[in-house]
């Protein structure tokens, strides 16, 4: 059914096509809708499509004259187009793959860091384990390091406007390296784009982050940072060339580069991402990112996020991690890889409903793990399949992790949602149809 042009999903076609038949001809059936497929680049989401439709809902550049259309294939163009056209509605069209990670690593260094310096001076056998480098000053190792990543964070970093969308053409399209900041702006769709993560070339050590140390990066590939109405739709997101399991290890510790996927922080509002794909990644989307009673005054009552149809594939954690929000997550197949830790963290007054999804799990790694309780907060979970069965996640959770019992019930019911697919035909859907390169 997905795949007829006037049905299902692309319903906001079908809307279109019927009602200008209408308007010459009184009948909703006399005209082929495929006459009338309208410019993916100008399609919003269809009425009731998650949160980004809440409101005055989104449509990103929908509304752009031509002079605000623009096509680019380099970073420093795209960049460029952003910045472009005042606060008109604007659409940009990203054509093959763009690198946004700079020459190298190394271009990014100021005069006098270097990185073996940094590891013999905070060396836990040196510098201990007590005290983090906050206090560093701007001449020491690590002052040399935040130097030289505030230079990377400048270059890699692209502000995304009000009233935009920013899509893929074909399917080959994407950034290498970037990380999209969708920062304290209404409005914005993002398409048909493949993200391979960015790589933080000077991430911090932290002595006192556990009782090992860690090492800490920046970046997602794309933040949501108090902004409303964004639609994530048909976009793949992974590590690329890149996966953890090539990183070195420095102190004993993964030198880890990455940080999330897609994040949702600091009181963003009114998200639908439908048809993604998050693969091949540890800590992959963030719902919320911090307990503190001064982010809790942000983001209590925001934060709404609604997932469907997307493919969360060989991930660690974080399908997500929610905080606070009220977050729908239906109709999305989950294939767990070795390495799975959790899917759905519960973390503060979190309010999550899951329903309807579908989970492949390798054997040896149970059910219980789909669900992880971070604080007590409620959830709802239904007509969800595990390995093609029926499963209730809370009840399994529940009996596998008895110390971490979570209650059921997130109390609220969703209603912005458009089809729902029985969860047995999920996980071919999905697979099939999710990611950047599928839309149609
Ligand atoms: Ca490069
Ligand atoms: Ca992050």
Redesign the pocket.
């Known amino acids: 059914m997905r795949r007829s042009k006037c049905h299902g999903r692309v319903s906001a076609v079908a809307v279109g096509c019927t009602a200008l038949v209408l308007a010459v001809t009184g009948t909703a059936s006399a005209q082929p809708c495929h006459q009338h497929t309208p410019d993916p680049a100008r399609q919003v989401p269809a009425a009731k499509d998650g949160w980004a439709s809440y409101g005055t809902g989104t449509s990103g550049g929908a509304k752009a004259d031509a002079a605000h259309v623009y096509t680019v294939t380099t970073w420093d163009a795209f960049k460029a187009a952003l910045a472009d056209g005042g606060d008109q509605p604007k659409i940009i069209k990203v054509k093959g793959t763009i ?1 946004a ?3 190298s690593c190394d271009s990014f260094a100021v005069p006098g860091y270097d990185f073996d310096t940094y590891l013999k001076t905070y060396a836990p056998e040196t510098w201990g384990r007590d005290k983090d480098l906050s206090a560093e000053p701007d001449d020491s190792p690590e002052g040399l390091r935040r130097a030289s990543q505030a230079r990377q964070d400048a270059y890699i970093k692209a502000y995304v406007p009000a009233d935009t969308t920013i899509i893929g053409v074909g399917k080959d399209a994407g950034f ?2 970037a990380s999209l900041q969708i920062k304290d702006v209404d409005n914005v769709i993002v398409r048909n784009l493949a993200f391979e993560s960015p790589l933080d070339c000077f991430p911090q050590w932290d002595p006192t982050d556990t009782a090992d140390g860690n090492w800490n990066s920046e970046y997602d590939s794309a933040v949501v940072y108090g902004s409303t109405h964004v639609w994530m739709d048909h976009n793949t997101f992974t590590d690329g060339d890149h996966p953890d399991s090539t990183l070195p290890h420095y102190y004993g510790r993964i030198y880890e580069q990455h940080d999330g996927e897609l994040d949702i922080v600091k009181g963003a509002d009114y998200v639908t991402a439908s048809w993604n794909v998050f693969a091949d990644h540890d800590k992959t989307i963030l719902i919320g990112n911090s307990d503190s009673a001064s982010t809790a005054a942000v983001d209590r009552g925001h934060l709404k996020t609604t997932f469907h149809h997307n493919l969360f594939s060989n991930l660690v954690e974080r399908a997500p991690r929610v905080r606070f929000g009220q977050v729908d997550s239906y109709n999305n197949h989950f294939v767990a890889g070795a390495d799975h830790g959790y899917s759905y963290g519960i973390g503060m007054e979190s309010q999550l409903v899951a329903e309807h999804n579908a989970f492949t799990l390798p054997s040896g790694i149970g059910a219980g793990t789909i669900l992880k309780k971070w604080k007590e907060a409620p959830v709802t979970a239904a007509d969800n399949y595990v390995n093609g069965r029926p499963t209730d996640l809370i009840a399994v959770h529940n009996a596998e992790v008895p110390a971490e019992i979570l209650q059921s019930g997130a109390g609220w019911t969703p209603t912005l949602r458009t089809r729902v697919d029985s969860p047995r035909a999920v996980p071919a859907l999905v697979d099939h149809g999710a990611g950047a390169g599928h839309l149609r």
Do not use: R, S
């Open positions: 690198d990670d700079g020459p290498n390296g």
